[in-house]
Nanobody, 123 residues
Framework: QERLAESGGGLVQPGGSLRLSCVAS????????MGWFRQAPGKERELVAA????????HYEDSVKGRFIISRDNVKNEMYLEMKSLKPEDTAVYSCHVVRWSYWTPVPEFASWGQGTQVIVSS
């Protein structure tokens, strides 16, 4: 299984920006469609953004379109989430994972969940 580690979260004011990073180890990162998921307190985990193996196609959850940008570097085995114009409702633990394209669900047989990185948007 691919092992994943997220970083870059923190406390930011509404309207602010953060850049999340996901580092993969396991050797097969470049062969997987990947995604960023988030889970807010009391809510189910949801897909925020996804990116294909090549990086040429992306998918965003409606509430983050125009504010978040997903990207990846297959040489470095890393994926990123650039988040701008952050809102309090973006507060959540953000995690990266292999994603099943068009179903927007994680694929647990290919990767294990990392610790996630906490994002808090508050004044």
């Amino acid at each position: 299984q691919e092992r994943l580690a997220e970083s870059g979260g923190g406390l930011v004011q509404p309207g602010g920006s953060l850049r999340l990073s996901c580092v993969a180890s396991g050797g097969r990162f470049s062969t997987y469609n990947m995604g960023w998921f988030r889970q807010a307190p009391g809510k189910e985990r949801e897909l925020v953004a996804a990116i294909t193996v090549s990086g040429q196609s992306t998918h965003y959850e409606d509430s983050v379109k125009g504010r978040f940008i997903i990207s990846r570097d297959n040489v470095k085995n890393e994926m990123y989430l650039e988040m701008k114009s952050l809102k309090p409702e973006d507060t959540a633990v953000y995690s990266c994972h292999v994603v099943r394209w068009s179903y927007w669900t994680p694929v647990p047989e290919f990767a294990s969940w990392g610790q996630g990185t906490q994002v808090i948007v508050s004044s």
